[in-house]
């Protein structure tokens, strides 16, 4: 049973454009939200990551938005670059006690020059 | 320089041959991991340890086994059994919310 659902698969976006992936989860405990990006070849890195506390998170042109009652959060990618172009995935966990992240299946970046 | 260290990069082996993937970490997280990815298949957990000589399967441990003797080091072994080993597999540490990954290694068995 897949307990985080990403969608899109793959994007294309052109250079300058908002990126949009979007996340539903269905365990109402999770309550940590974090955002993984991936270069071709490398491992993940943690990107932004949101509490469910919050509406929405900032950090430059990465954006996240939560909604709690809906069970969606969704990362935008703002003015998006060519250097931007990489897998993204979202997460959900439980942050207290011993947990582990479930993961989406992941969706493939691509910004056109 | 602290980080994750997976090797080798690429590891080709034959059917039927146990192989075993090196994790090591000089973070000093106690909690290691260690994730299959397949195309389009996401990160799947295989096994992870909270402390040293503890250790707990994930979403899909047939096929693997691992030990974790040090805080630093956590191998995985890709036994026989495993019916598709072919995959990139990730190592990574931290606590559960915020997990450093290092770079992966490629496994192929023809």
């Known amino acids: 049973q897949q307990q985080v659902k990403q969608s899109p698969q793959s994007l294309i976006v052109q250079k300058g454009g908002i990126s949009i992936i979007n996340c539903a989860y269905e365990?109402?405990?999770?309550?940590?939200f974090p955002w993984y990006q991936q270069f071709p070849g490398k491992g993940p890195a943690l990107l932004i990551a949101i509490r469910p506390d919050v509406s929405e998170k900032k950090e430059g042109r990465f954006t996240i938005s939560f909604n709690k009652s809906a069970k969606q959060f969704s990362l935008h990618i703002m003015d998006s670059q060519p250097g931007d172009s990489a897998t993204y995935f979202c997460?959900?966990?439980?942050?207290?006690?011993?947990?582990?992240?479930?993961f989406g299946k992941g969706t493939m970046l691509l910004v056109s020059p | 320089d602290g980080g994750i260290t997976q090797s080798p990069k690429y590891l080709f082996r034959k059917e039927g041959q146990n192989v075993t993937l090196s994790c090591e970490q000089n973070l000093n997280h106690d909690a290691m991991y260690w994730y299959r990815q397949d195309p389009g298949q996401g990160l799947r957990l295989i096994y992870y340890?909270?402390?040293?000589?503890?250790?707990q399967k994930g979403d899909i441990a047939e096929g693997y086994s691992v030990s974790r003797e040090k805080k630093e080091s956590f191998p995985l072994t890709v036994t026989s059994a495993q019916k598709n080993p072919t995959a990139f597999y990730l190592c990574a540490s931290g606590r559960t919310y915020e997990q450093y990954f290092g770079p992966g290694t490629r496994l192929t068995v023809t």
């Open positions: 365990n109402t405990a999770f309550d940590y």
């Open positions: 997460a959900a966990s439980i942050s207290i006690g011993y947990s582990t992240l479930t």
């Open positions: 340890s909270q402390i040293v000589n503890d250790f």
